[in-house]
């Protein structure tokens, strides 16, 4: 649910009958496979050097149990990026490192509270009324560790967000994950929500009977008045979208919507804003969208950057059918600089005074297209650096074999020390968390793991 501009060859992508749980990485892999999902020929910054690039950091393979039967992903070699142009400005020179060894915060073969618990989406972390710190391990159950401080969190086996694997797709509630989270309190807690409808599971949806052809994707929100202990819609579907582009299901139209939202943060403006993944029919294009509400409780309050402010309004093609469309979809965020798809994580750095983006990505650097892990600087959210490497990384388009072969995916980035209740601020010091597929992108045996990274700033 990534990155990627095209996404021609899905019809030979399959799943089985058996409803999946692996929806959110999938279309990295797939989209990837047949077209780059990282255009850099519009860019403002040359290519790094060599010396500023860092290596996958994973060497061996975990040892793994026996995970349950896994789906086949077939994918090929994503299309080349090209090199960025020389820049116009000297940007300040601030790096992000990674400075120790990987450790792992969940592990599927003995920590996992069922099968499918696995960390599917990029990780969110919040501390409750209690305390105490919920990491939200970003799957269709909503699956949590819970502990006294993100270093010290625990698997909880409460299903806190069943999925409803509604049929119907202009209801919105079928796939679910929650993806976003927000709280003052630590009591009530809102969650924007990666919604799939997934054609190819319900009966007569589907002719085309792929996965890929009928993945119609949609954002919505959830809330908790618990502490995070259950959530529940906001209010009756479909009264809680949030955000889709203006068009209705339609079998065969391949993966198409907005998707993976980033955590939620305060702008400097007081708003709170979100990044999300858009795709076009079947994801030709992918761009970032970016939404933001001054009321996170407000499903309909959220408006989208329509290229010059925020008055984009987002609306629900099956409530109110339009016939400019176009004055309804988001437009593409700084794409010269971000590229296509970097959205997974966003923070504030109270060191540096700047945000900082983080996600998956790709760029020509020493001639040859490297994917990996990136990230990106901005003072307002809207225009930012140009990205560059935090580490190579094999991912499930990458390595030679996806269906068995260690990769990693969904960055995240995090700080034990931040003082906010939805971990929205680092320091100088922090950690990436990310999914590692222990046996491949198409087997559920994965776990969470993390990196240390440090930030450095060049004085001269």
Known sequence: MHPATVLSKASSM???????????????????ACGGST????????????ESTSTAAPTVAPSTTAPPAP???????????????APTTTP????????????IVFDWTVDRCEDDAIPDLAVRAIRDVDENVQLYLGNTNG?????????????????????????????????????????????????????????????????????????????????????????????????HHVASLPLTYEAGLGATG??????????????????????????TPQWVCLMRTDTVAEPTSWRF??????????????????????????????????????????TYNTALDRYVLIGVSADQIDGREVWGWYYSFSTDLIDWDRRKLLVEMPLPWTVNSPGSDLSYLYPSLLDPDSTSRTFETTDLQAYVYMTRNNAGHASLDR???????EFSVDEE
């Open 92 to 103: 300040p020179e601030i790096e992000l490192s990674i400075v120790g060894d990987e450790e």
């Open 143 to 239: 699956y949590r560790m819970v502990g006294p401080d993100l270093d010290a969190v625990e698997p909880e086996c409460t299903a806190v967000s069943r999925s409803t694997l509604d049929a119907d797709p202009a209801r919105f509630t079928d796939t679910e994950w929650l993806a976003s989270l927000h709280t003052d309190d630590g009591e009530t807690i809102y969650a924007l929500v990666h919604n799939e409808y997934q054609g190819h599971q319900h009966a007569g949806q589907c002719p085309q009977q792929e996965y890929l052809a009928c993945w119609f994707n949609a954002i919505t929100m959830k809330v908790s008045t618990d502490g995070g202990e259950s959530y529940s819609y906001i209010a009756e579907p479909p009264g």
């Open 14 to 32: 399959h799943l089985p009958v058996l409803r999946s749980r692996l929806a959110l990485g999938l279309l990295i892999v797939l989209a990837a």
């Open 258 to 283: 907005l998707r993976a939202p980033s955590n939620i943060i305060t702008g400097p403006d007081g708003f709170f804003y979100s990044f999300i993944n858009a795709a076009g029919v079947n994801s």
């Open 305 to 346: 950057w329509d290229g010059s402010g925020f008055e984009g309004r987002f609306i629900n093609p099956y409530t109110e059918p339009t016939d400019t469309p176009a004055a309804h979809e988001c437009q593409p965020l700084d794409q010269a600089d971000i590229g296509h798809a970097l959205n997974d994580s966003v």
């Open 447 to 453: 776990d969470l793991v993390r990196v240390p990274v």
């Open 39 to 50: 255009s850099a020929g519009d860019g403002v910054a040359t290519a790094p050097s060599s």
């Open 71 to 85: 789906t086949t992903t077939a994918t090929t070699a994503p299309s080349p990026t090209t090199a960025p142009p």
